[in-house]
């Protein structure tokens, strides 16, 4: 049995405009595996909707999670944006749910001056949160691309100790910006798993431009960030894993993904 899926952030380039069936329609078609439902900038459909879209993923086989919004902080300063991002998260995992998706992936907060606190604040609303949602869906927390937020693989790992429901979103595009390029051979892609016991992984991938260890862009797939690492990691561990592709290619690079893991599984 493949384990390994792979599928795309949104609607494929080849259906923009054309709504979420034409665009599950369209991947099954081309025969990628999965989609990634993005409420970034907001939750744009109700329960019916999402029904209905879940039904036609489950009928051929398409793998959904959702990407909550981008405004989640869970470790404001503010009382009031730390309860509507707790908010953002829950109402993403309802339509989650309805559409059976099993995951709702989040970047948790950015920093405050104190990173204890950081740890501490993000802490106490996954826990809340979790004990919201229904028991179908995982909180995603996601590796983060940018120094000033919440999200190192340390982090997360050390999230997962405290609170259930977790499964660790690993981003390897941010993992490497952040670490200003510090994915550059299969040992550094092993080491990023060695941080977990599970074997279920969900995974973001795409080329990506960073200075400072920072991410500025994502750019298509190439040989800097290298997926065939990453294949071969999935491959050797027999890993249950999404990878959805971020790259501006999406759909294109997606299916080479897909390619380099069918090589690699020879
Ligand atoms: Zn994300």
Known sequence: MNLIKVGIAGIPLAKKGKGMEAGIQYLFNIGLDAMEVQFTRGIFM???????????????????????PYYVNLASTKKKIIEKSKQFIINSAKIASKMGATIVVFHAAYYLNDTNDTFALVRDACEVVGNEISDDVRLGIETTGRQKQFGTLDEIARLMTDVDKIIPVLDFAHIHARGNGSLRR?????????????????IHFTGVEYSNGNEKKHIPLNDELNFRHLAEVLVKREYDATVICESPLLERDALKMKEIIVDVQG
């Open 46 to 68: 109700d329960s019916v909707a999402a029904k209905k879209v879940g039904q036609l993923a489950k009928k051929l086989g398409i793998k959904l999670s959702v990407h909550a």
């Open 186 to 202: 299969k040992e550094d892609f092993i080491a990023v798993f060695d941080k977990f016991d599970q074997t279920k992984f969900h």
